[in-house]
């Protein structure tokens, strides 16, 4: 495990906040390189399937020309979703490290372990990976959605309270 990779998973997490979207990164790393990068863009692209995991699988496996990552890394911030975690079991990747854990959908551990599962692949599972740092992130994020859309309701309150007055005078 390098902290470089987890740090390239931050810096992509990162990215994915600025543009209003769940700050979750990834990076796959094959041979001590990174190959292929991703974050969130399900808001974006008003698709469900657009979480960091499988977009990073996404290009690894057209960067490698197949859909089997063998001798590939993910580095993820947060713990990955069933979904996600079904892709990577899919796609052969040998090692997961993950960040921050995941207690809504959390599915190498957390919520459940589909590595329990039986099925034809187990992938190595290191979480807690940077964990204050991934988690402060998408705390930080949450708190800031949370007041934006405080202020957004009081804005609109006043908004009505000054047509109200409007009205009556």
Known sequence: ?????MRAAIAQA???AKKGEVPVGAVIVRDGEII????NTREKDKNALCHAELKAIRK?????GGWR???CELYVTLEPCPMCAGAIINSRIVSVYYGASDQKAGAFGT????NTMGL???PEIHGGVMEQACAKL?????????KRKKEEKLAEKKERLTQSDENLG
Do not use: G, P, Q, V
Request: hydrophobic fraction near 50%; aromatic fraction near 14%; glycine fraction near 0%.
């Open 14 to 16: 990162k990215l994915a």
């Open 36 to 39: 292929a990068r991703a974050y």
């Open 111 to 114: 919520l459940f372990d589909m």
């Open 69 to 71: 990552l063998t001798r």
């Open 1 to 5: 495990m390098d902290e470089k990779f």
């Open 60 to 64: 690894a496996c057209k960067k490698l």
């Open 120 to 122: 034809n692949h187990i």
């Open 138 to 146: 998408l705390s930080d994020f949450f708190a800031d959605l949370r």
